[in-house]
């Protein structure tokens, strides 16, 4: 079977598409034929060696994101040829999803979203996981103030809307002018370009989706979640009672259920900005690190 693999770190021209032998299913996983996955920020961190330790070894399939169909659901209670989404830990396990052929735990797979198709469906998994995770653990109830950095991001994005379906008031911090836009037309209230211009104690929470550490805007005995692992820890404001955290995105079955029953409701769009056939995953790649982008990057089998 095909797959996008690297043998060694760089620019990329290091990606390869390669004929592999198809992935062993242990007890308790899902073997989903792929129909399409997505370029997230952490494959072309990856692909550049610039993880570091904890890097799975190398030749390595890379790729996150999953959307297919089961060709052998085990005793899942998923049936052969149903429309599946799904989530690996790349990094931690080692198996990427760039590969016709993926086999995961049950619990890492839900049925995809009815209403968009298999390619839009890829867009979903790790950056709409990496939203409810992070907004379950900041916990907020309807009516609370949540500010966004990076909110027309992929996860920021659909951060925004997941917070706005149950009814958190949101404020947006985004990078230019064309991206307050689409925040606006997603339920932002307040839409601002500059960093200085966020309301000092302003929010009971704050999602910062790039290390923007705004410390400033949240209330004494808020909470602060970052998912920039990149940008090191939030620094410490247990004086003033403000919970912190480090967010990491685990894989969760549970969690893409929810996501696809909020993209089957409308109250989450998806946003694509391109698909590339799996063969030409280094422009698909040279596309997504020249940024300015409006969507996800999509890769389809
Ligand atoms: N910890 C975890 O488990 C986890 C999970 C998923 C993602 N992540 C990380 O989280 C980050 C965001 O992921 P993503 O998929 O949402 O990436 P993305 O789609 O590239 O979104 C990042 C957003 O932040 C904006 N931004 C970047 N720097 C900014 C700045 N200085 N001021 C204002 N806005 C800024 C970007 O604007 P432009 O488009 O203008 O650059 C973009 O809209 C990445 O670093 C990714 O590796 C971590």
Redesign the pocket.
């Known amino acids: 079977m095909r797959a996008i693999q690297i043998d060694r770190f760089g620019t990329p021209d290091v990606l390869r598409l390669v004929d592999v032998g198809p992935p062993e299913s242990g007890t308790g996983e899902v073997v989903v034929r792929s129909v399409a996955t997505s370029i997230?920020?952490?494959d072309d961190?990856t692909r550049e060696g610039a993880i570091g330790e904890g890097t799975p070894p190398l030749p390595m399939t890379l790729g996150w994101d999953l959307s297919g169909v089961v060709v052998d659901g085990g005793d899942s209670g998923l049936r052969a040829g149903e429309r599946v989404i799904a989530m690996s830990h790349q990094l931690s396990s080692g198996r990427g999803t760039w590969a016709e052929l993926v086999a995961l735990p049950a619990q890492a797979v839900a049925v995809a979203p009815q209403s968009v198709g298999p390619v839009e469906a890829a867009t979903l998994p790790?950056?709409g996981l990496?939203a409810v995770q992070t907004l379950d653990w900041l916990a907020l109830s309807a009516g609370e103030r949540l500010l966004i950095?990076?909110?027309?991001?992929?996860?920021?994005?659909l951060a925004l809307q997941i917070a706005r379906a149950h009814g958190v008031e949101v404020d947006a911090?985004?990078?230019?002018d064309a991206?307050t836009a689409f925040a606006r037309a997603h339920g932002a209230d307040r839409v601002v370009?500059d960093?200085a211009a966020v309301r000092e104690r302003g929010y009971d929470a704050v999602f910062d989706?790039?290390?923007?550490f705004l410390t400033e805007a949240v209330v004494d005995g808020g909470r602060y979640a970052?998912?920039?692992?990149?940008a090191g820890p939030v620094p410490d404001l247990s004086a003033r009672g403000v919970r912190t955290t480090?967010?990491?995105?685990r894989e969760d079955g549970a969690g893409l259920a929810e996501l696809a029953g909020l993209v089957d409701r409308g109250a989450v769009r998806l946003r694509m900005e391109s698909a590339y056939g799996i063969g030409e995953a280094r422009a698909a790649h040279e596309h997504f690190r020249r940024?300015?982008?409006t969507g996800?990057i999509a890769l389809t089998f």
């Not at 950095?149 to 994005?157: C, E, F, H, S």
């Open positions: 997230n920020p952490v961190k790790l950056p990496t950095t990076g909110a027309a991001g992929a996860v920021g994005g911090l985004v990078s230019r991206q370009t960093p989706t790039y290390g923007a970052s998912i920039a692992t990149q480090v967010h990491q995105v940024g300015g982008l996800k």
